[in-house]
């Protein structure tokens, strides 16, 4: 589990097939000490297993899944991904919960500075971002969404995209410096309005007829 609370970014040096299987090649000396053989981490909110690893790199192999749902197998060498490590038990739940199950691809339609005319690195950002129509459903204006995993809260939705305040550390500390209007983009609906959406259904589905009754002893 993570809680998209993003702690660095890493390099795209290489994908290429590698004996049937998609291969990730990612710098990223911060997290690669970190990490051994088999451990998870979320690349740009995709949950993937690190293989190989050495002080500078670490490698991942994509599913075919993750390359139908997901950006990465569009990624390019020298595209930056947001990296963040599980969230260890009994630590502080900083953003929301964070499967990295990506439940599809959205766009980035906007990202532009609240104050046009201040220094880049002081203002806040709005972001805009179309959102994939088979989670549209669950984007609650003030609830929380992830996008690239990244942790955010949705300001707005028009029944299409999104609109989410980004502050300034968000905003150089993660890979969003690096996209510009176009780009696809890793979404993973809030987990927790999931499920209520399906109780919700269930409930809605719920036949309270004579034989449930017979059925269950009344």
Same mark, same amino acid.
């Given at each position: 589990?993570?809680?998209?609370?993003?702690?660095?970014?890493?390099?795209?040096?290489?994908?290429?097939?590698?004996?049937?299987?998609?291969?990730?090649?990612?710098?990223?000396?911060?997290?690669?000490?970190?990490?051994?053989?088999?451990?998870?981490?979320?690349?740009?909110?995709?949950?993937?297993?690190?293989?190989?690893?050495?002080?500078?790199?670490?490698?991942?192999?994509?599913?075919?899944?993750?390359?139908?749902?997901?950006?990465?197998?569009?990624?390019? +060498?020298? $595209?930056?991904?947001?990296?963040?490590?599980?969230?260890?038990?009994?630590?502080?739940?900083?953003?929301?919960?964070?499967?990295?199950?990506?439940?599809?691809?959205?766009?980035?339609?906007?990202?532009?500075?609240?104050?046009?005319?201040?220094? +880049?690195?002081?203002?806040?950002?709005?972001?805009?971002?179309?959102?994939?129509?088979?989670?549209?459903?669950?984007?609650?204006?003030?609830? $929380?969404?992830?996008?690239?995993?990244? $942790?955010?809260?949705?300001?707005?939705?028009?029944?299409?995209?999104?609109?989410?305040?980004?502050?300034?550390?968000?905003?150089?500390?993660?890979?969003?410096?690096?996209?510009?209007?176009?780009?696809?983009?890793?979404?993973?609906?809030?987990?927790?309005?999931?499920?209520?959406?399906?109780?919700?259904?269930?409930?809605?589905?719920?036949?309270?007829?004579?034989?449930?009754?017979?059925?269950?002893?009344?």
């Amino acid at each position: 589990m993570f809680t998209g609370i993003v702690e660095m970014t890493g390099t795209i040096v290489a994908l290429e097939d590698n004996r049937g299987a998609r291969r990730l090649t990612i710098h990223a000396p911060e997290v690669a000490g970190r990490l051994h053989e088999g451990d998870s981490l979320a690349v740009s909110g995709v949950c993937l297993t690190a293989l190989d690893v050495n002080p500078e790199y670490f490698y991942a192999d994509l599913a075919a899944e993750t390359i139908a749902r997901t950006s990465l197998a569009e990624l390019k +060498p020298g $595209s930056k991904v947001n990296l963040e490590l599980p969230t260890a038990a009994g630590s502080p739940l900083g953003g929301h919960v964070v499967q990295g199950h990506v439940d599809g691809k959205g766009t980035l339609v906007a990202l532009t500075p609240v104050v046009p005319d201040a220094d +880049p690195k002081l203002t806040d950002w709005w972001l805009k971002v179309r959102i994939p129509e088979n989670i549209r459903v669950y984007m609650v204006e003030k609830g $929380s969404v992830a996008i690239e995993g990244i $942790s955010l809260t949705i300001a707005s939705f028009d029944g299409e995209c999104v609109g989410v305040a980004i502050l300034p550390l968000t905003y150089w500390r993660t890979n969003l410096h690096t996209l510009s209007a176009g780009a696809p983009v890793n979404v993973e609906a809030d987990v927790l309005v999931k499920f209520a959406a399906m109780q919700a259904a269930q409930r809605q589905s719920f036949d309270l007829s004579e034989r449930y009754l017979v059925e269950n002893g009344y």
